[in-house]
């Protein structure tokens, strides 16, 4: 079962609803490879030619966080983004462009194994962590768009 199949089928049991724009922003989340933010959520939805109000992606969204299927995450900018809660706790960081707000995800088993590693000699169990890597992309750096 997929993210998209699991979500919509826990709206539907929390809500006795998932179609309209809960079912196209769930699709849409679900084909994403980062976070998106309810604005850029709904340029998608709406060039896909769906007529949905951003309240209604907002409803959505909030529908998804409330039973824990999205992580909001904070870029430090005040623009909340959204992305796929995986069940396994699989996750991403993310890099940020500060010249062009270019926002990439990745991944790194040893900075993993660090936290870990952190956590665990200050006695601490970590239920979740973040890590936001800030700077220039390369296109930035040497001038290009």
Do not use: N
């Amino acid at each position: 079962m997929t993210w998209s199949d699991l979500a919509l089928a826990r709206l539907r049991a929390a809500s006795g609803r998932s179609g309209g724009a809960r079912r196209l922003v769930v699709e849409l989340l679900g084909e994403q490879d980062c976070c998106l933010s309810a604005h850029e959520l709904h340029d998608r939805v709406r060039a896909r030619g769906a007529r949905v109000g951003i309240a209604s992606v907002y409803r959505a969204l909030d529908g998804l966080d409330e039973l824990a299927l999205v992580q909001r995450v904070d870029l430090g900018d005040g623009v909340a983004r959204f992305e796929p809660a995986h069940a396994g706790g699989d996750h991403h960081h993310h890099l940020v462009c500060d010249d062009c707000g270019k926002v990439e995800p990745f991944e790194d088993p040893s900075l993993e194994s660090a936290i870990e590693r952190v956590a665990d000699g200050r006695g601490y169990v970590v239920a979740a962590h973040d890590v936001v890597l800030r700077g220039a992309c390369e296109a930035c750096r040497s001038g290009q768009d």
